[in-house]
């Protein structure tokens, strides 16, 4: 069966930097969100969209944002990376009010 | 206070034993209960999903939810070492898309 795909598995950037992340849904699913989890740490919700719409949305800092594109594949933008910033990134994807399918994430390293 | 407390471990059992993994939750809106089982840099893996109070059986797991004392619980039968991993639980709110998840134990099945 298909699963959430995320791209890059792994990126390695400078602080001040910018990131971009990649994340392809489960078909048919209608609702995307991303996740951040820290070494040791469990996830923390950062966003969701539901149909392309932005449809919750938690510790995000104002320095990320996220979208929804047409064809339902959703981007995380980083910019001015801090040290911090480090984890890894996962997204998710669901039917409303089902549960949720996680991609294998990106390991976003800041030096 | 954490609305999904979770034990972090590490636990360590013997091959065959039966494993009880725990959780506590404060927020009484909570509806909806998962069990995510995640492998070293890999994603959440859906385990079990319940629905308000009672049992769930799937295979060697079973879930268990008492939404009277904010008490949840997996138990693993007839333990594996493939059952090696760290298991996260998590609450969600019907109509919300977010899920809040515990810290995750680290679980080894000793050989």
């Known amino acids: 069966a298909a699963g959430v795909i995320q791209s890059p598995r792994h990126l390695i950037k400078e602080k001040r930097e910018t990131a971009t992340l990649k994340c392809y849904p489960i078909?048919?699913?209608?609702?995307v969100y991303w996740y951040q989890q820290g070494p040791g740490q469990d996830p923390q919700f950062l966003i969701s969209?539901?149909?392309?719409?932005?449809?919750d949305k938690g510790s995000i800092p104002d320095r990320f944002s996220a979208q929804q594109f047409s064809d339902y594949h959703s981007e995380l933008n980083m910019s001015s990376l801090e040290l911090g910033d480090s984890a890894l990134y996962f997204c998710?994807?669901?039917?409303?009010?089902?549960?949720?399918?996680f991609g294998n994430g990106t390991r976003l390293t800041v030096t | 206070q954490k609305e999904v407390e979770q034990d972090p471990g590490p636990l360590s059992v013997p091959e065959g034993a039966i494993v009880s993994l725990n959780c506590t939750y404060s927020?009484?809106?909570?509806?909806?209960f998962m069990w995510y089982r995640q492998y070293s840099r890999k994603g959440p893996e859906l385990l079990m999903y319940?629905?308000?109070?009672g049992n769930k059986e799937d295979g060697r797991f079973t879930a268990q939810v008492d939404k009277s004392s904010k008490y949840i619980s997996l138990f693993i039968r007839d333990s594996q070492p493939s059952d090696s991993a760290t298991y996260l639980c998590?609450?969600?709110?019907?109509?919300?898309?977010?899920?809040?998840f515990g810290q995750g134990t680290r679980l080894t099945i000793n050989p």
């Open positions: 998710a994807s669901s039917l409303m009010n089902s549960p949720l399918h």
């Open positions: 078909p048919r699913h209608d609702t």
């Open positions: 969209f539901y149909e392309k719409m932005q449809s």
């Open positions: 927020n009484s809106a909570f509806q909806y």
């Open positions: 319940t629905y308000s109070s």
């Open positions: 998590a609450g969600g709110i019907q109509g919300a898309q977010k899920l809040v």
